[in-house]
């Protein structure tokens, strides 16, 4: 005999929707658009392949005399080109599609990178402590005096002199992802190891280590778990700024190059043709790098506003 | 006090050192010297000769410190392209970054302060929600793309300002021509200034509010006004004194960034400066440049970033020293 129960298990997503954050989330009609829009952007980009109307990959399908049409809305237009043609004679809409997939990736994967490496340096930092904590500050400390882009520079030109850009444009995305992912991580390490060293007071750290737990098994599985609101809120800053970064690279050529484009090498290219009148090879593209990168800021300063955590300054 | 800068200097040294052995490793493995030298038409034995005689047979450690020895002696190798010693193409190029910078850093001190302590005093008129909103987007905007729109909207479409180069210089001594001697030269430095500028903006003004709103909550503050003192003064005098210290560390770390940035800027208004000097030094290969570069701006961030620490401990007497010299 069982007494019927009229209220079922909450799921997953009913707990998320009726939480604090899901609250803050459907009061706040800039991080629901925002939201709306990169997730409109993250889906079209990934299915490129078949919303893509050409391949801008496939020599075949490149045509040099379909060069610099303009938008469907400017005289002159090709309606086989809903956003003209770049200088190559691509087809612009799909450049994008693939270009903006290449941005979103690289700025993802750099980011786990830093996170992995900034995440466990952070906590053996924080939970070890006395000499090798203070070493590895005053590494993070060193690193961070260094602008990340100055680091990258140096490091892609280098790279790219030394193996020549054969090489260097075949592997372009391995090198972005490996110098945006290293040159931030301490920006995760500071502010892990901040709340490690907050949370290892604590009366659950303790009854823990009584219990006869590893110190692994408490980092990972009773620190981490609850420092993972600045680490979120850092997350989707750190997304904006790589893929800033990745577009700053490529547009100095250091980055994607033109026969495989980002956002950036995009941007570039066109550049050349700016002063010619061909403004959309150009224009296009920034605008949705900048509307990109503006939807992960305003949706991180939602987070950071919903979470509060107590991050680094500066 | 006198403990911490001893090893504050000594990790300045330490710093600078692993900087000119990452040199020593790129002059090491990018390029061959001799080519540059003697070219293609050399017998092998010959070339042995010549290897010996630079020394380029000697151990890592013996080139290492000839190396290191004719570095501190301001010898960073001879330009390939210019056929010129390094150190005097860099220090040619560096008075354009260098105004290129003063000029921003002049945008960024006489916009921020006003503008971050309006935000702070009244954070809910539509002109500081209005100012917020386009600090978001500030900071969304890559620095080359403001360049790029910048030059199509003024130089292209209205024709008001010149879109590449320096203009008219006035020379002033040794390698330094300035740009603010002539209308002409103002007119030049004006875009690169404000697009250079417009990267770090948002960021003090959101830092300046941030800070500023803090130290308006503060006892002293209510006690001030309680006292009568005119608002003006608490807020100018009183409240900024105290905000600018957050401000003062993270404006040096930015000094260092901007020199970064102003790779982008100058690729963008074809700036004659270290940054547009050092990325046709990459496309030339020009390996002893690209070590110059990289060890002359590598002096330049550890020497802002010793100085910022120190007069942070000592503008700050609340910083503990041992703390930070740990």
């Known amino acids: 005999m069982s007494s019927l129960s009229t209220t079922s298990e909450p799921t997953r997503w009913s707990l998320i929707w009726n939480s604090n954050i899901g609250y803050s989330f459907r009061k706040n009609p800039v991080a629901i658009v925002s939201l709306a829009i990169f997730l409109l952007i993250a889906v079209m980009s990934f299915c490129a392949p078949l919303i893509a109307p050409f391949d801008p990959y496939d020599p075949g399908q490149i045509d040099i005399m379909n060069s610099e049409y303009p938008p469907l809305w400017v005289d002159g237009a090709d309606p086989q080109f809903m956003l003209g043609t770049d200088d190559q004679g691509r087809d612009l809409w799909s450049t994008i599609l693939y270009g903006t997939r290449l941005s979103l990736l690289i700025g993802i994967c750099a980011v786990g990178l830093q996170a992995i490496l ?34 990258a520079i140096i490091f892609l030109a280098v790279t790219q002199a030394m193996f020549g850009s054969e090489t260097f444009n075949q592997y372009a995305v391995y090198f972005l992802i490996a110098v945006i992912g290293v040159a931030e991580w301490p920006q995760y390490a500071r502010t892990v190891r901040a709340t490690v060293l907050a949370e290892k007071k604590k009366e659950y750290v303790d009854s823990a280590r009584v219990l006869g737990f590893g110190p692994m098994r408490i ?54 043709y700016i002063f010619s009148g061909s403004w959309w090879i150009t224009a296009i593209p920034g605008i949705v790098l900048v509307v990109l990168v503006l939807v992960i800021n305003l949706l991180g300063d939602w987070l950071r506003d919903a979470l509060n955590p107590k991050l680094y300054k500066g | ?68 020895g004719n570095a501190l002696q301001g010898d960073l190798g001879t330009s390939y392209f210019f056929k010129e010693p390094a150190l005097d193409v860099i220090l040619k190029k560096l008075p354009a970054t260098m105004e290129l910078v003063f000029g921003a850093t002049i945008i960024i001190i006489g916009l921020s302060i006003p503008v971050g302590v309006y935000t702070a005093i009244y954070p809910n008129t539509i002109l500081s929600r209005l100012v917020m909103g386009i600090s978001i987007i500030g900071i969304s905007v890559p620095v080359f793309l403001t360049a ?15 879109s590449y180069g320096r203009g008219d210089l006035v020379h002033v001594f040794g390698p330094w021509e300035t740009n603010f001697a002539t209308v002409d030269g103002w007119m030049h430095i004006m875009l690169p200034s404000i697009a250079l500028a417009s990267i770090m903006l948002p960021l003090f003004v959101r830092l300046i509010r941030a800070e500023m709103m803090e130290v ?87 020497v802002t970033n010793t100085i910022v620490d120190l007069i942070y401990g000592l503008v700050n007497p609340t910083v503990n020293l041992a703390r930070m010299g740990a």
């Open chain 1, 118 to 151: 900034g995440i466990s340096i952070g906590l053996i930092a924080g939970y070890v402590g006395g000499r090798v904590d203070s070493l590895l500050m005053r590494m993070a400390d060193i690193q961070l005096s260094f602008s990340t882009l100055m680091v």
């Open chain 1, 219 to 272: 980092m990972v599985r009773h620190i981490l778990p609850n420092s993972l609101s600045p680490i979120f809120v850092i997350s989707t800053v750190q997304v904006a700024n790589a893929i800033i970064s990745e577009a700053s690279l490529s547009f100095l050529g250091l980055g994607m190059p033109p026969s495989q484009p980002s956002l950036g090498s995009l941007i570039s290219s066109g550049f050349d």
């Open chain 2, 1 to 68: 006090m006198f403990a911490y800068l001893v090893k504050r200097v000594f990790q300045a040294i330490a710093v600078m050192f692993v900087i000119s052995l990452i040199g020593f490793a790129i002059q090491d493995n990018l390029g061959d010297p001799l080519r540059e030298l003697v070219g293609q038409s050399v017998s092998e034995e010959v070339r042995q000769e010549l290897r010996d005689e630079l020394g380029l047979n000697d151990s890592f450690v013996t080139q290492y410190l000839r190396f290191a």
């Open chain 2, 148 to 162: 790029i729109l910048m030059i199509f909207v003024f130089s292209v479409e209205y024709g008001w300002f010149p």
């Open chain 2, 216 to 302: 308006l909550q503060s006892e002293y503050v209510k006690y001030a006004k309680a006292k009568g003192i005119r608002p003006w003064r608490i807020y100018f005098v009183h409240a900024l004194k105290n905000t600018l210290l957050p401000v003062i560390t993270v404006g040096g770390v930015q000094i260092g960034t901007m020199v970064a940035y102003t790779i982008l800027t100058e690729t963008v208004f074809q700036w004659p400066g270290m940054g547009f000097m050092f990325l046709e030094a990459v496309n030339r290969v020009d390996t002893p440049l690209i070590v110059a570069y990289l060890i002359v701006v590598g002096f330049i961030f550890v």
